[in-house]
């Protein structure tokens, strides 16, 4: 090596500076930098090569199994369309209105009437979160106390779904079935709109008024009501809808309202009798009477009759005359059953056979004028 001496001297040390030329170290360590680099590129090919297989074989593989996924949602719906679609209830409802006479047929109309909504016990508990946040619900039920059959005459007689039925507005004139909200449906499903009052998460159930429900209902889902998206303002309907029907006045004799006070500890819905007082006139007031009973006829041409309303646990006698409807005595209902689990609902409404149900098409079509009110609305 070729060595540079530089000295610097000073009064007493000197400083010597060496400069050297690069060894053969320096040669062999650059080499070695060099050589990983190579290796590290070649190393981040091989991953980006092995990722890019790797992201190819997923994709096969989810393509694959969405070509098996549609096959098999193919069949399903194809077995579906031949045997029908099954579906289990998320909850059953527990209603004031006992049996389908005097349940209005349209919620908002009774505003004042209340009832329960349980879920299922396999309902989790998370899912009901958030749900409180929200006035109303839409609530998709199954009309459990229909046969959805009629006895056809002539060509047709035998055993069939109707396809006219007499909405009260009519006047006893007959319309097709599906302008109307007959429950008596080719699929006896029904949905309605009614207001949250709360939701008790632990317990799995909903506090819920102004319903149509019947006790014991099966729902088979539940969705918030969001007005941006259902409310249709420009809504256009038939003539004989608009005009809906008259409120009554309604009264309660003394001795009604008295019987009312002494039952009411024993009310399962209502807290106060105010409150079942609004409930009961609410629903008297829409005139629960059939066409054939006189609904919407003169008083000269309706019969002067008492008939009979459960609500809660309640049997009310009233009596509808020319421009109010007079609650002549209230009373308690004896030996009703009220649904309140699912093994309670499941005894009380076991599956019907085709005689059974062959049986009460029969009586349906051999049914009075007055009993038709059960079948037509």
């Given at each position: 090596?070729?060595h540079t001496h530089t000295?610097?001297?000073?009064?007493?040390?000197?400083?010597?500076?060496?400069?050297m030329?690069?060894?053969s170290?320096?040669s062999r360590?650059?080499a070695?930098?060099?050589a990983?680099?190579v290796?590290a590129?070649?190393g981040a090919?091989?991953l980006?090569?092995?990722?890019?297989?790797?992201e190819?074989?997923?994709?096969q593989?989810?393509?694959g199994?969405?070509?098996?996924?549609?096959?098999?949602?193919?069949?399903?719906q194809?077995?579906q369309?031949?045997?029908?679609?099954?579906?289990?209830?998320?909850?059953?409802?527990?209603?004031?209105y006992?049996?389908?006479?005097g349940?209005?047929?349209?919620?908002?109309?009774v505003?004042s009437?209340r009832?329960r909504?349980?879920?299922?016990?396999?309902?989790?508990?998370a899912?009901?979160?958030?749900?409180?946040?929200?006035?109303?619900?839409?609530?998709?039920?199954?009309?459990?106390?229909?046969t959805n059959?009629?006895?056809g005459?002539g060509k047709?007689?035998?055993l069939m779904?109707p396809?006219k039925?007499?909405?009260?507005?009519?006047?006893g004139k007959?319309t097709?079935?599906?302008?109307?909200?007959?429950p008596?449906?080719?699929?006896?499903i029904g949905l309605c709109v009614?207001?949250?009052e709360s939701?008790?998460?632990t317990?799995?159930?909903?506090?819920?008024?102004?319903?149509?429900?019947?006790?014991?209902?099966?729902?088979?889902?539940?969705?918030?009501y969001?007005?941006?998206?259902?409310?249709v303002?420009?809504a256009?309907?038939?003539?004989?809808?608009e005009?809906?029907?008259?409120?009554?006045?309604?009264?309660?004799a003394?001795?009604?309202l008295a019987s009312?006070?002494?039952?009411?500890?024993s009310l399962?819905?209502?807290k106060?009798?105010?409150?079942?007082v609004?409930a009961i006139?609410?629903?008297?007031r829409?005139?629960?009477?059939s066409?054939?009973q006189g609904?919407?006829?003169p008083s000269s041409q309706a019969r002067?009759h008492?008939?009979?309303l459960?609500i809660?646990t309640?049997?009310?006698?009233?009596e509808?005359?020319?421009?109010?409807?007079?609650?002549?005595?209230?009373?308690s209902?004896?030996n009703t059953?009220?649904?309140t689990?699912?093994?309670a609902a499941?005894?009380?409404a076991p599956?019907?056979?085709y005689?059974?149900?062959a049986?009460?098409a029969?009586?349906?079509?051999?049914a009075?004028p007055?009993?038709?009110?059960?079948?037509d609305e």
């Amino acid at each position: 090596h070729t060595h540079t001496h530089t000295t610097h001297h000073t009064s007493q040390h000197h400083l010597t500076i060496n400069t050297m030329q690069p060894s053969s170290v320096d040669s062999r360590l650059f080499a070695a930098v060099a050589a990983a680099a190579v290796c590290a590129t070649a190393g981040a090919a091989w991953l980006y090569t092995k990722a890019r297989r790797a992201e190819a074989l997923v994709y096969q593989e989810r393509s694959g199994r969405t070509k098996i996924e549609r096959a098999m949602r193919a069949n399903l719906q194809a077995k579906q369309e031949e045997q029908g679609y099954s579906f289990i209830p998320v909850g059953r409802v527990e209603s004031c209105y006992p049996q389908r006479r005097g349940a209005p047929r349209q919620g908002n109309l009774v505003p004042s009437n209340r009832g329960r909504l349980v879920m299922s016990k396999q309902t989790a508990e998370a899912s009901l979160e958030g749900l409180a946040e929200y006035s109303h619900v839409w609530v998709l039920y199954v009309f459990h106390e229909n046969t959805n059959m009629t006895a056809g005459k002539g060509k047709d007689k035998g055993l069939m779904l109707p396809s006219k039925v007499a909405p009260p507005q009519l006047g006893g004139k007959r319309t097709g079935l599906y302008s109307t909200r007959t429950p008596h449906r080719p699929n006896p499903i029904g949905l309605c709109v009614v207001r949250l009052e709360s939701v008790d998460v632990t317990a799995r159930t909903l506090h819920i008024r102004g319903i149509d429900l019947v006790d014991g209902t099966p729902v088979l889902d539940v969705k918030p009501y969001i007005p941006a998206y259902d409310s249709v303002p420009d809504a256009r309907v038939a003539a004989w809808v608009e005009g809906g029907v008259a409120p009554l006045r309604v009264e309660f004799a003394p001795a009604a309202l008295a019987s009312l006070h002494a039952l009411q500890p024993s009310l399962r819905f209502f807290k106060t009798v105010d409150e079942a007082v609004a409930a009961i006139s609410e629903t008297l007031r829409l005139d629960i009477r059939s066409v054939f009973q006189g609904r919407g006829l003169p008083s000269s041409q309706a019969r002067t009759h008492t008939y009979q309303l459960h609500i809660d646990t309640l049997d009310i006698a009233f009596e509808t005359r020319e421009d109010h409807v007079l609650v002549q005595t209230v009373g308690s209902m004896t030996n009703t059953a009220h649904p309140t689990s699912y093994a309670a609902a499941a005894a009380a409404a076991p599956q019907p056979s085709y005689a059974s149900v062959a049986a009460t098409a029969a009586a349906e079509a051999a049914a009075s004028p007055e009993e038709q009110e059960m079948y037509d609305e």
